[in-house]
C-alpha cells in the first residue's frame, strides 16, 4: 500500500540553525509532492508543491524541498530558521493514478528564541 | 486559493448522537474532501464529497457511519452518527478546483470530543 515517511517526529532547533525534514514515500508511479504547514492555533496552509519540472522547488517563508526520484524523497529545508517557524509540518504524496492525498505523520518542529 | 469555513468550530458530544459538520467555500470547486485527524496522528481521508451523486469512501470508512451530503460547487456536510469517544478527532474538508492530483487546501477543521 502506498504511505509517506517523516522520520522526525520531533525537532528542536535553536534560531537560525539549518534544518532538513526527511520525507519519503512508497509509491513508484508518478506523484505528487506537498508540504504543508500547521502553525499553532491555525489550519493546514500550503507550504511548497512539486509536479513536474526542476526538482528543487520553493515555497513561501524561505522553505524549499527537493525530489529525488530515485531516493523516492521529498526532503524540506530551511538554511536558517526563525523562532515563527515553529509548527507541524506535514509532507503529502498524491499519486495521480488514485487521485488520493497521503499524509505522512507529521514532524513538530520547536524553535527555541 | 479559495476560503474555506467549517461549523461549528468544535463542540462536545454524547455518546450516541450525530453531529453535522459543515464545509463552505466562497467559490466554486471541483473537488471536496473530508479528513480525520485523531489525536496525536496524521490526516487520514474518510471520503470524497462528489455533487450530484454519493460520496466514494476510502477503505475503513461506510457511509451509514459517515453520511456525506454536496449538494453544490460550494457545500459539503460530513455527518458523525451513533457517536462514541473513538471519534474523538478533528475532522477537516478539502477543496481543489483541479483533478484529483491538484492542490488541496484545507478548512480550520472541527474539534469533536465525545463523551
Known amino acids: 500500500a502506498q504511505s509517506v515517511s517523516q522520520h522526525n517526529h520531533h525537532v528542536i532547533l535553536s534560531e537560525a540553525a539549518s534544518l532538513e525534514l526527511g520525507c519519503n514515500y512508497s509509491?513508484?508511479?508518478?506523484?505528487?509532492l506537498f508540504w504543508y504547514v500547521q502553525y499553532p492555533g491555525q489550519h493546514l496552509q500550503l507550504l511548497l508543491k512539486?509536479?513536474?519540472?526542476?526538482?528543487l522547488v520553493k515555497g513561501i517563508k524561505g522553505f524549499e524541498a527537493e525530489f529525488i526520484k530515485s531516493k523516492f524523497s521529498f526532503n524540506l529545508r530551511k538554511p536558517s530558521v526563525q523562532w515563527s517557524d515553529t509548527a507541524e509540518y506535514f509532507c503529502?504524496?498524491?499519486?495521480?493514478?488514485?487521485?488520493?492525498?497521503?499524509f505522512g505523520q507529521g514532524t513538530e518542529l520547536s524553535v527555541k528564541p | 486559493s479559495a476560503v474555506i469555513s467549517q461549523k461549528p468550530s468544535r463542540d462536545i458530544c454524547q455518546r450516541g448522537t450525530s453531529l453535522t459538520i459543515q464545509c463552505q467555500v466562497d467559490?466554486?470547486?471541483?473537488?471536496m474532501f473530508w479528513y480525520r485527524q485523531q489525536p496525536g496522528q496524521s490526516l487520514t481521508l474518510i471520503a470524497t464529497?462528489?455533487?450530484?451523486?454519493?460520496?466514494?469512501?476510502e477503505s475503513g470508512f461506510v457511509i451509514d457511519k459517515f453520511p456525506i451530503s454536496r449538494p453544490n460547487l460550494t457545500f459539503s456536510t460530513l455527518t458523525v452518527s451513533n457517536m462514541s469517544p473513538e471519534d474523538s478527532s478533528i475532522y477537516l474538508c478539502?477543496?481543489?478546483?483541479?483533478?484529483?492530483?491538484?492542490?488541496?487546501?484545507f478548512g480550520p477543521g472541527t474539534r469533536l470530543l465525545v463523551l
Open positions: 478539502s477543496v481543489t478546483s483541479g483533478g484529483a492530483g491538484e492542490t488541496q487546501y
Open positions: 509509491y513508484g508511479g508518478t506523484v505528487n
Open positions: 512539486y509536479f513536474s519540472g526542476d526538482p
Open positions: 503529502a504524496v498524491n499519486a495521480l493514478i488514485r487521485g488520493k492525498l497521503i
Open positions: 467559490s466554486q470547486v471541483t473537488m
Open positions: 464529497a462528489n455533487q450530484g451523486s454519493e460520496a466514494t469512501y
